[in-house]
């Protein structure tokens, strides 16, 4: 236990006072989670001028009661969003059936209530989907099946899935893609979320008639995908917090809950990924996300 205090006393994580998980310690007959701070204790001897560092004291805050708190909300959001996906998923599947010619023709203010309708069942099972994949994050359970995986594959599922949405507001997707690239070393289906996601924000936030790049490149050993839009762009102000949970930048009407970004940085960062993003406030928004890839393949890849 106490080799498990002291640890990180001298180490590099420390000296930049980056936050560190919670200690897990056996307490009071059950699991205990506590924040572990070190305070540097400097004094100026008498009669000299320069401080002496002459230890470091370990203060523990027992955190249990809020982390019980913490697994209670998630376990709660998780069920809540799990039931919801049933009767969303049978109000989709109506609302097929209604469009079908075969069971009867709609007029059209009855047309005009079945896409309004659908459009708030699809919003609807994407917020689900949300909340699941979160709870999923801060749990600590994200399921990853890292395999060789082509970029390719996973830009046409993010460019098929918004498709509607660019053709809505007569956006061009430009795609560039280098012949010779080698396979990803990724999970397929969580990565193709987070370019999903990404693009539909870039959608979502440029103008009428504009176009959206979508880039593929090698960078640091590393295969980078980067979404870049013309929008308005971020203010430096919000770059920072722009991948915190439930943050929204002030003043915008866009819809959204909050979580897509941070559940992106973190299946990005759990296939051991970095993400980021560089914005020009009034002229557009780059995200970027960095993935492992393998050197030795041969595989080659067409722009097509």
Do not use: C
């Not at 830009?155 to 660019?166: C, F, L, M, R, S």
């Not at 999903?196 to 979508?214: G, K, P, V």
């Not at 980067?226 to 003043?251: A, E, H, L, M, N």
């Not at 995200?287 to 393949?297: G, I, K, R, T």
């Amino acid at each position: 236990m106490v080799r498990l205090l002291i640890k990180d006393l001298f180490s590099e994580v420390q000296k930049q006072k980056e936050k560190q998980p919670p200690l897990k310690i056996y307490a009071d007959n059950k699991e205990s989670y506590f924040e572990k701070e070190i305070i540097p204790i400097k004094i100026v001897p008498t009669g000299e001028k320069e401080e002496k560092m002459i230890g470091n004291v370990i203060m523990l805050q027992n955190i249990t009661p809020f982390k019980e708190l913490d697994f209670a909300k998630t376990n709660f959001i998780a069920t809540v969003s799990h039931e919801l996906k049933t009767p969303i998923s049978s109000i989709k599947m109506s609302l097929q059936l209604l469009e079908n010619k075969q069971v009867g023709l709609l007029n059209e203010e009855q047309q005009i209530l079945v896409e309004s309708i659908k459009e708030g069942a699809g919003r609807l099972l994407k917020i689900t989907a949300e909340l699941l994949n979160m709870t999923q994050v801060e749990s600590g359970s994200i399921q990853l099946n890292i395999i060789p995986s082509y970029a390719k594959e996973i830009i046409d599922y993010a460019v098929n899935a918004n498709k509607a949405a660019a053709e809505e507001k007569q956006i061009k997707l430009k795609i560039n893609i280098p012949e010779n690239l080698p396979k990803l070393l990724a999970d397929n289906e969580k990565t193709s979320w987070v370019l999903t996601n990404l693009l539909s924000n870039a959608i979502r936030y440029s103008y009428d008639n504009s176009a959206i790049y979508i880039n593929v490149s090698i960078e640091n050993i590393k295969i980078k995908f980067s979404v870049t839009d013309t929008g308005q762009g971020i203010s430096q102000q919000y770059v920072d917090k722009i991948f915190d949970r439930y943050f929204r930048i002030p003043g915008t009407k866009k819809e959204g809950t909050g979580l897509g970004l941070s559940i992106s940085k973190k299946f990005i960062e759990a296939q051991g990924g970095q993400i980021s993003v560089k914005s020009d406030f009034g002229a557009g928004s780059t995200f970027s996300f960095l993935l492992n890839y393998l050197p030795a393949d041969n595989i080659k890849e067409n722009k097509s």
